[in-house]
């Protein structure tokens, strides 16, 4: 028993030591992470180098995540601008066009002909009147997000219908008689699929030119809207010529500075700001700033297409979660996102159900039951 008690003391003293040495240890001897990091400093100690690359790596990570954020209202601004140069007139001139490789497009389909209409709601409602038949319409905003489906995937489901689309905070009376789909941007985009039936194109376009597209308070002046056929002409309705350099972010402030922001993400818009894009003022950036910009747009969209490509390969597998349109990462370019749609289409070639019933299947997108609708 005294043996025992003479070790105590001694064991104490061991473990004490022990301690003490590690401590001292980890003291003198960083972890190689740290010990290599280019921004550790003696505490009290920063350098103007140190605190000026502390700030770089912050703008850095913050422009890097607005521009996967803000990616979708820069690629909608691509499918705008491509138009733009067959001087379109708001509300009232409108493209229609067949599959053609000298025409790029993020999400193209060849087998049937398009309408593409641009339309801006700085004036008001815009109505839209469908006839019954193979017509597939979707309406998006300026944000890239669903406004409203028509035709065959639409509430009326090739019927034929009456369709009224609002911009952002309307408050005027909706009449009766309209599905009603609510945007947050001024500036959306219809597009317009007629189907070939029986390899018919010539009726399929001719199908498209009978949708009537008018404001819901016509002007004394107004006059029907006028169709310029464009199959034969090149262009590039994409951004793809911006996504890596300044261009980005100087087509971003436009928009920024043209439309409401998203009340949901104040986060977001203050981060802009960070980075010098304010609604209401211009976009100068110095050298400093449009080298972060320039390296954030790179690395920003080396990453999204490299996730872009995983998702494409695993697209191959039947099982993939990537097939399901809703299920898509929202930092998924839009090419996997077409991709993960036509999956979903193959599978209902077969005998799935157009219209309401076909959206209603797909987990996690908005059915017209969740806009504002009346009939």
């Known amino acids: 028993m005294e043996t025992t008690r003479a070790r105590s003391p001694m064991l104490a003293v061991a473990l004490a030591c022990a301690v003490t040495a590690a401590l001292a240890a980890c003291k003198s001897t960083p972890p190689p992470h740290i010990a290599k990091s280019p921004n550790t400093v003696e505490p009290g100690h920063h350098t103007a180098e ?27 601004a691509g499918l705008f601008r491509g138009f733009e140069s067959y001087g379109p007139i708001e509300n ?20 049937a002909p398009y309408a593409a209409l641009p339309l801006d709601l700085h004036g008001g409602p815009i109505t839209l009147e469908l006839p019954p ?10 944000n890239f997000r669903w406004v409203m489906d028509v035709g065959l995937p639409g509430p009326d489901a090739g019927r034929g219908g009456r369709h009224l689309i609002l911009p952002p905070d309307y408050k005027g009376k909706i009449p009766s008689g309209y599905y009603v789909g609510a945007s947050t941007t001024f500036r959306v985009f219809l597009i317009i699929r007629s189907r070939p039936l029986g390899g018919d194109m010539r009726g399929a376009l001719a199908r498209i030119k009978t949708v009537k597209i008018r404001p819901l308070n016509r002007p004394h002046d107004w006059t029907p809207n006028k169709w310029i056929k464009v199959t034969e002409r090149s262009f590039d309705a994409t951004s793809r010529a ?34 010098g894009i304010v609604k209401g003022k211009p976009f100068a950036p110095d050298a400093r700033m449009k080298g972060i910009l320039e390296e954030a747009a ?59 019933q076909k959206l209603d299947l797909e987990p996690g997108v908005p059915t017209q039951g969740t806009a504002k609708t009346k009939q």
């Open 50 to 76: 140190t605190v000026q690359k502390a700030n770089d790596d912050a703008d850095l990570n913050s422009a890097i995540r607005a521009y996967r954020f803000f990616y979708w209202q820069v690629s909608m």
């Open 92 to 111: 009232k001139t409108f493209f229609v066009r067949e599959g053609n490789p000298s025409q790029e497009f993020s999400t193209p389909n060849s087998d």
């Open 133 to 142: 038949g193979p017509l597939t319409g979707i309406v998006n905003d300026h």
């Open 242 to 275: 911006w996504e890596t350099n300044i261009n980005f972010w100087e087509e971003l402030h436009r928009i920024v500075d043209t439309e409401l922001p998203d009340a949901q993400f104040p986060n977001n818009y203050g981060e802009l700001a960070s980075l």
């Open 298 to 356: 790179k690395l920003a969209n080396a990453r999204m297409n490299r996730r872009s490509k995983q998702d494409d390969d695993q697209d191959d597998d039947e099982d993939s979660p990537v097939v399901h349109y809703a299920g898509l990462r929202d930092d998924t370019p839009p090419l996997a996102r077409i991709r993960g749609w036509r999956a979903h289409q193959k599978d209902c070639n077969s005998g799935c159900q157009f219209g309401q």
